[in-house]
């Protein structure tokens, strides 16, 4: 066979980065990095030795050997194109072989990336005190020109620079707002990277109209700045420092080198999905992620700022929902395993919505309990409130790892949807211009007057999550918020601060009826379900009712086996008490407590659901949930009511926290349930009750756009949270309903040990 060339510039070839490898039997190995490629076949040796880059495809059938036939060749270069294995060889190719071969390696045509770069020219913009040399020699080096911004500026339009690579020390310059603003405008693309500190940033790429912007990515950054925020609001008017500069010569270097290889990649068309994200590399210890930057819907720059506005004034109605089957811990339309993958990329250190989900690893694995980053129902205005917030985490919790992951994912986007952006829908007035649809704050804080005359000093001795605010004015002009009312189908008005966690207003926000899941409806079923559930536990709690005990043997459940064992090892005793109200919902206490000598150390924990077996789970998986603080004999958390619970309570003192002697054991049978296989069903049923009892169900749905996880807050006014809230109504009235006190409890004799949970 003669080699012959031919001269129509498009010569077809292997890839540049595959060396061929002949041997016996016929076989041909194509040899890459990191990878070895084998062809067989009769003609695959006689075709590879043609596809040598100096031929085009007529070249190719034409040097064939004769034991081939051209439908033969034809046919093996078409598969060989499709498994990605040629390229095209131009006449003009006078770039080095191990260029062209990189260019080939990213999937490319190198001579086409070449051709593209030709003539691409980068702006080059720092807001860092770095020198920017480094960052110019790896331009250089990659042959790319740079030009200032004066230049861009003055050039005409069509010759501006084709990629503005901005340096910055902090994505969270305010600056940068300014950059991004202007590239929006004029539609010019642009790289952000941080080349100093221990830790090196760099991208995402900006492109207006495709993705997210840097508002979006800032305002994600910003959530794991906590502790910067309470400076910045303690400083007011006064600017904050910024930390040390942190860097070697070598970092930036090496920083610099991937900007521009970043930046030439892009230039050159090549095109993967890191570019939408942050890559992050540690310099100590050299370890490199992705985080992805998220376009935000309603972002004020690049989206919808009335977007959520919109939305609180559409109706909430669930629909047929079916539940997912095996999706244990309370009837969900999603398994956890599924909601973790759909939503995995919520968690991250800087475009999360939470740094990370770990186990806490205070106790035993068995409790499976899963922390998920600061609760933000806890607000730092002051630095001890600071320290409460990053001690306090969400948390997740299962009778596996994966619910308990799921359980902790899905709180933590409950608190930061329900925390507030200012993007929320919100109508001033008073209580009085807007009392034809205001819901008054009182129906649902339930404070007694007695408390708001007392809060002075109630609050310098409890913790954030029980202080009493002031009494509403009802007069003062506060912002207000629209809710859907499921049982008037209409719109009706709540404080906005009682609704968003650090929201402007007189009336705090608490978690009561928050609540996350795989759809609106899963949402919405568990929201109503811990409104209940808080309800039964206040009216036994602060009435300190003897309840009878639910018989865990009832259940034959292996799983509860196993954690009485677990406790029973640790010298403890578990038992759950039945304290279902007379709304008819089973909710549930478990308790531990140690019995090996010492102090006592009981926990709790609760749960409710229409299947009374998965409110038993769910109040022991709660349990196990807090067991860390209990088993880690830690004398300080942030909480002086849990510290004093634990450190002196015995149930000698409390009898009520055990079961009632003289009632006989719950058991499944006294619960009739029927199961529903849909969650709209589930709902309804619970809503009916609801109303039967005189009670409203509200609904806000607070999921935002760019979490897309379901989150709702369903407010029932009249429901009693379980915190201490002592005005008259159903903490009073459902005992002697029930037949369980025969008057009133008096409100001097209620339980002063107020709930902490």
């Known amino acids: 066979m003669t080699r012959t060339t031919t001269s129509t510039g498009r010569r077809v070839g292997f890839k540049r980065h595959l060396r061929l490898e002949f041997a016996d039997g016929g076989i041909t190995y194509l040899i890459e990095e990191g990878a070895v490629t084998a062809l067989e076949g009769s003609c695959a040796a006689p075709l590879a030795r043609l596809l040598d880059g100096t031929r085009d495809l007529a070249g190719v059938l034409r040097d064939a050997p004769a034991t081939l036939s051209s439908q033969e060749v034809a046919a093996g270069v078409r598969r060989l194109a499709e498994a990605g294995l040629l390229t095209v060889h131009a006449d003009h190719d006078d770039a080095e072989p191990v260029v062209l071969a990189y260019w080939d390696a990213a999937g490319m045509h190198g001579s086409q990336v070449l051709e593209e770069l030709r003539g691409k020219r980068v702006e080059l913009l720092s807001l860092s005190q770095i020198d920017t040399a480094p960052v110019a020699d790896a331009f250089q080096a990659a042959a790319i020109p740079l030009s200032s911004p004066q230049d861009s500026r003055s050039a005409p339009a069509d010759e501006r620079a084709d990629l503005t690579v901005v340096l910055c020390d902090d994505y969270l310059d305010p600056r940068l707002a300014a950059i991004n603003d202007d590239h929006r405008r004029t539609g010019r693309p642009w790289l952000i990277a941080k080349p100093t500190g221990t830790e090196v940033w760099v991208g995402p790429f900006f492109v207006p109209g495709d993705g997210p912007c840097w508002r979006c990515l800032a305002d994600r950054i910003a959530v794991h700045r906590r502790a910067e925020a309470h400076l910045r609001e303690l400083a007011g008017d006064r600017a904050v420092p910024p930390p040390p500069r942190v860097s070697l010569p070598v970092t930036i270097a090496s920083a610099a080198c991937t900007i ?13 999905p890191g570019q939408r994200r942050v890559w992050t590399q540690d310099t100590l210890t050299l370890r490199v992620r992705h985080h992805e930057a998220v376009r935000r819907p309603q972002c004020p720059s690049c989206g919808d700022p009335d977007l959520m506005r919109r939305r609180a004034h559409r109706p909430v109605e669930p629909v047929s929902r079916r539940k997912a089957p095996g999706a244990r811990g309370g009837h969900r339309s999603a398994a956890p395993e599924s909601v973790l993958e759909r939503y995995r990329h919520l968690v991250g250190p800087i475009t999360g919505i939470v740094a990370e989900i770990t186990p806490d690893e205070r106790g035993p694995r068995f409790f499976n309990s899963y922390r998920s980053g600061p609760n933000l129902a806890l607000r730092a205005r002051t630095l001890k409130g600071l320290r409460s917030m990053l001690r306090s985490h969400s948390g997740g919790k299962g009778v596996t790892a994966v619910e ?262 719950r058991r499944r049978k006294d619960h009739p349930y029927v199961f529903e296989p849909d969650l709209a069903e589930d ?51 459902v005992p002697v309903r029930m037949g369980l006190r025969e008057r009133p409890t008096r409100y001097a004799d209620l339980n002063p040990i107020p709930l902490f949970a």
């Not at 849990?642 to 000698?652: A, H, S, Y």
């Not at 756009?705 to 709702?712: F, I, R, S």
């Open 404 to 665: 308990a992951k799921a359980g902790a994912l899905c709180e933590a986007a409950e608190r930061f949807c329900g925390s507030f952006q200012g993007d929320e829908c919100r109508i001033s007035g008073s209580f009085e211009a807007l009392r034809h649809l205001a819901i008054h704050p009182n129906a649902c804080q339930l404070f007694d007057e007695r408390q708001y005359a007392a809060r002075a000093e109630w609050n310098s001795a409890h913790g954030p999550l029980l202080h009493i605010p002031e009494p509403f004015d009802e007069r003062a002009v506060i912002d207000w918020t629209p809710v859907w009312s499921l049982s008037r189908r209409e719109h009706r008005l709540l404080p906005t601060s009682m609704l968003y966690y650090g929201a402007p207003g007189p009336v705090p926000a608490d978690s009561n009826g928050n609540a996350a899941g795989s759809s609106l409806e899963d949402a919405i079923l568990q929201g109503l379900l811990e409104l209940i559930e808080r309800d039964a536990v206040a009216i036994w709690w602060y009435n300190r009712l003897r309840m009878p005990e639910f018989d865990l043997d009832d259940l034959g459940d292996p799983w509860i086996d196993r954690l009485r064992q677990v406790h029973a090892d640790l010298g403890r005793q578990v038992w759950v008490l039945d304290v279902t109200s007379d709304l008819g919902v089973p909710a549930m206490a478990a308790l531990s407590r140690r019995t090996s000598g010492g102090p006592e150390r009981i926990m709790f924990g609760f749960g409710a659901h229409l299947d009374p077996a998965v409110a038993v789970r769910r109040a022991l998986t709660e349990l196990n949930q807090a067991m860390p603080w209990v088993v880690a004999e830690q004398r300080e958390c942030g909480d002086p009511d849990l510290e004093r619970w634990l450190r002196e309570i015995t149930v000698e003192q409390q009898p009520y926290l055990t079961p009632d002697p003289h009632a006989p054991k």
């Open 260 to 272: 521009a290889l970043e930046a030439v990649k892009w230039l050159g068309g090549h095109r993967h």
């Open 683 to 733: 709902i309804a049923s619970i809503q009916a009750t609801l109303e039967a009892a005189g009670l409203e169900v509200l609904v806000l749905d607070q999921t935002r756009p760019d979490v897309g996880l379901p989150v709702v807050k369903v407010i029932v006014p009249g429901l009693r949270p379980f915190w201490a809230r002592f005005a008259p109504g159903r903490l009073f009235d």
